[in-house]
């Protein structure tokens, strides 16, 4: 059986696998960096495949989603449910359920996991935490509008 521990992934993430859970992954509005776009570039995708116009994201580079027989699901989900860039997937998928309230600057588990009970903050180490904070940083640092 597919153990996700063998190629070194994260325990908070084995149980979104093996729960086969990709709720996440529909009508996402995931945002990434200009460096989650080139590391996905470099597997051959091209940026016009997979990331909305600017224009409709508020200058953030940001996921497209597609129609799929599992609804309207992220560009990169596959229609068994898994994610098709799952080792090179962008920085705040990592994270996520991780993320940042920004009216009160503070990390919080998302509402919308489905597993949110089980994901608390302190599943996630001190330098996830930095990760999330770092990542909110620069997504606004490349943010054409700010
Ligand atoms: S890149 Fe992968 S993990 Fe991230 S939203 Fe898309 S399918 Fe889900
Ligand atoms: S919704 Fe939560 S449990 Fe489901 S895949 Fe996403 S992070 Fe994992």
């Not at 993430?13 to 945002?31: A, P, Q, S």
């Not at 051959?44 to 599992?70: A, I, R, T, V």
């Amino acid at each position: 059986m597919f153990n996700p521990l063998d190629i070194g992934e994260d325990e908070n993430f084995v149980r979104c696998r093996f729960l086969d859970c990709f709720v996440c992954c529909k009508e996402t509005e995931m945002l990434l960096t200009q460096n989650d776009v080139k590391n996905i570039e470099q597997h051959g995708f091209k940026s016009d495949e997979f990331l909305l116009s600017k224009d409709d994201s508020d200058g953030f580079l940001q996921l497209k989603n597609k129609d799929s027989k599992l609804g309207t699901v992220c560009f990169f989900l596959n229609d068994n449910g898994k994610c098709g860039i799952y080792e090179y997937r962008p920085e705040g998928c990592r994270l996520y359920p991780l993320i940042i309230n920004l009216d009160t600057n503070e990390e919080m588990i998302d509402e919308d996991c489905r597993e949110k009970i089980w994901f608390t903050k302190q599943k996630y180490s001190k330098n996830q935490v930095t990760q999330i904070n770092n990542l909110v940083i620069q997504l606004f640092l490349e943010n054409d509008n700010y």
